[in-house]
């Protein structure tokens, strides 16, 4: 089966500009995970949904993070305005209940 | 706070030998994975071990889980070059909508 595809890989961009990132994740898969993951550290879980909806959002700075699911299959993740701390990956995951997540590649991101 | 942390943070071992990490975590959890992140990519999925298990294994992996203490092991046998990576465990925090956190991580170098 195809992976959970991610683009782009990498993606610089100054602090203030805006980003999106998009996700596929594997066909069937109800579940899909937005995760930051800074250097060094494990993966911090930014977004869930099930389907189109929001399950837990706890941890995304809503002030500058949005992230959407249309239709409940791919979805966006956007950063507007951008900081320098939030130079890390991006890694989608999706998952089918009761079974271990796939990852995408993630896409890198730096702000300068 | 994390749910949970692996031991140790970083470890060196001889092509050849046996790895182990643990993971502690702290509330009640349905399930605990383990996944691997080799430099720069995604994670991989390794094994998932449901509370009422013990023990699990899958070719040189083992895993066991000690619900009573809040901690599992992984040990890697007969380690090669290629094993050279971050190790992750992730928890459930006991949640209904399959929320997983992820801990620091295991870096872990095979030394040919």
């Known amino acids: 089966e195809a992976g959970v595809a991610q683009s782009p890989r990498y993606k610089i961009i100054e602090k203030r500009q805006s980003v999106a990132f998009w996700c596929n994740p594997i066909s069937g898969h109800a579940t899909l995970y937005w995760y930051q993951q800074i250097l060094g550290q494990g993966p911090k879980l930014l977004i869930q949904f099930q389907n189109n909806g929001v399950v837990d959002d706890s941890q995304l700075p809503k002030d500058r993070f949005s992230a959407e699911r249309l239709k409940g299959v791919d979805s966006t993740l956007k950063i507007q305005p951008a900081k320098l701390e939030d130079s890390a990956v991006y890694l989608c995951?999706?998952?089918?209940?009761?079974?271990?997540?796939?990852f995408g590649s993630g896409t890198r991101l730096t702000v300068v | 706070s994390q749910q949970g942390e692996e031991d140790p943070q970083a470890l060196s071992i001889q092509e050849g030998e046996n790895a182990t990490m643990n993971c502690s975590y702290k509330?009640?959890?349905?399930?605990l994975q383990w996944y691997r992140q080799n430099s720069g990519r995604g994670l991989v999925h390794l094994i998932l071990?449901?509370?009422?298990?013990r023990e699990k294994h899958s070719g040189r992996l083992r895993v066991t889980l000690d619900t009573s203490k809040k901690s599992s092991s992984l040990l890697i046998t007969a380690s090669r070059a290629a094993d050279t990576a971050s190790y992750f465990c992730a928890t459930d925090a006991g949640t209904s909508y399959d929320k997983v956190i992820f801990g620091p991580g295991t870096s872990l170098s095979v030394i040919p």
């Open positions: 995951a999706s998952s089918y209940p009761g079974s271990g997540y796939t």
């Open positions: 509330t009640s959890i349905n399930n």
């Open positions: 071990i449901r509370s009422n298990e």
